[in-house]
Each structure stands twice: as C-alpha cells, then as structure tokens.
C-alpha cells in the first residue's frame, strides 16, 4: 500500500469501504474468494459495469479496481435518477447481467449471506441492484458494486428486488413526493415491459416476499449478534421495509393491473 492514503467511502453498509489510488478495499470473509470468480466470468462474457477482484492486501482486505463516478448517499437523491431513460438503463443492465451470468454455473453460491445450492432452474443473482448500489457518470450507469450478497435465485427474485428499488415501491415519503400512484404503475408496467417478463403471475406478491426477506434477514442476523444487522435494525431499515409491505399490500391489485394493462 505504500504511502497512499486511504479515503474513506460513502455507503457500506455492510462492511467499511476505503479508496487506496486506483483501488477499492474492503473487509474479507469466508465468501471472499468465490466472488473473484463470479466476476471474472462476467468480464469473459462480456460484462464491464462490475468491478474486477484485485485479489488480497497486507491487511487482508480484498481488493478491487475504483469505478470512477458518483454514487448515491443517505438523503433525497436528484431527480435525474427516477428519470424514465435511467429506468429504461438500468433494466437493460439487468436483463444484460442475467444473461450473461446464466452459464455460470457453480455447484453453490457462497456469500456474506451464507452457503446455499445452485439448482438448474437458478442464476447467481446480485441481489442488490438498487440505485445507492450503482456508479453513475453524467447521469449513465458506469458501474455495479457490492457483489458480496449474492444468492442462488430465480431471475424474477432479482427483478422483484430491482422493481422494489427502482420504481420505487418505498412507502409514500418527502423524499419521493413526485410519485403517484399512477407512476408507480407507469414505471412498474415499463419495468416488466423492458425486462421482457412473460411469466407476470404472482408478481406484485413476489415483491412483497423479496421485502420480507431483506426485512426477517436482518432480524434475525441481529437476533444472532451481528453488530452490522443490529445497526441497521437500530437505524430503522427494518421499520421502513415494513412501511414498504404496507403500501404494496394495500394497493395490490392496481398494481397487479399495470402489469398487464
């Protein structure tokens, strides 16, 4: 590392994030060396937006090359991220991601989150595609990061994840106070729409069930000690996913209408 400084970064949640020149450093786990090699599948097949594993420093953190761009911290974001072009963007990058991970085909994915079988109907999926998760240029995407929470799933559970974030599905806030419920409609229909979804059956309920599990997963990591879930319990995320919940169950069928008309 040298005389390099580090700089601390915004977000992570999850684990201290720092800047050292040209790279990224950040805490290693069990789960560490299996992500390397997601990544490096996706730059064979073509993928650019995610990181690439650098490997380990002296501290034994792993390293990873720096995006350059913006990211999103805690507060009201700008409205150029809620634009439809950035909607439109952001879905094509998921469609492209699930593509060209569906042939990587480990016998289990292994993550902060824990060890769990890949069965054949399944991809590895980021499970985490929101806006505060992407590097931003000029209003584009430039990159993807925190790959460390990856699971085994159904493509849909990671569209449910991205429609939960990038509609948003938030419960109604200052923050968002330019969404109806009609654009929520809107966007969610161009969700499904750009996505090219054919199977729309049971969506909005699988939305709902992609919440619950962010919420009961913290729940219980903070009920077994985990200091990172009990801060984030304590800050509250809990409460807002419940929030969340609430709001899509109570208008369940009119969002279960955009999906189809």
Not at 224 to 232: A, K, Q, S, T, Y
């Amino acid at each position: 590392m040298g005389s390099e400084r580090e700089i601390v970064l915004a977000g992570g949640n999850l684990t201290r994030v720092v800047r050292v020149g040209d790279t990224v450093r950040r805490e290693a786990g069990p789960w560490t060396p299996s992500i390397p090699r997601l990544l490096s599948h996706l730059r064979d097949r073509g993928f650019t937006l995610a990181p690439e594993a650098l490997g380990i420093d002296e501290l034994g953190r792993e390293i990873l090359t720096f995006i350059p761009g913006e990211t999103l911290t805690e507060g009201t974001w700008p409205q150029w991220v809620w634009s439809d072009e950035l909607l439109e963007e952001a879905v094509t990058v998921l469609l492209d991601y699930h593509q060209r991970v569906a042939d990587f085909r480990p016998t289990h994915v292994e993550s902060r989150l824990g060890t769990e079988p890949l069965t054949t109907d399944q991809i590895v999926c980021h499970n985490d595609f929101a806006p505060y998760n992407c590097v931003f240029r000029e209003g584009h995407i430039a990159g993807l990061i925190d790959w460390d929470v990856v699971r085994a799933g159904d493509p849909r559970w990671d569209l449910a994840f991205f429609a939960w974030h990038w509609v948003p599905l938030y419960a109604p806030s200052s923050d968002i106070a330019w969404r109806s419920l009609d654009v929520c409609r809107r966007r969610l229909r161009h969700v499904v729409d750009s996505y090219g979804l054919s199977d729309r059956s049971e969506f909005v309920e699988l939305i709902v069930a992609r919440v619950e599990a962010s919420l009961d997963g913290i729940i219980t990591r903070a009920s077994e000690g985990d200091e990172v879930f009990i801060r984030l319990e304590r800050e509250g995320h809990t409460e807002e996913m419940q929030r969340t919940i609430d709001f899509v169950r109570e208008n369940e069928k009119l969002l279960n209408d955009a999906l189809y008309h």
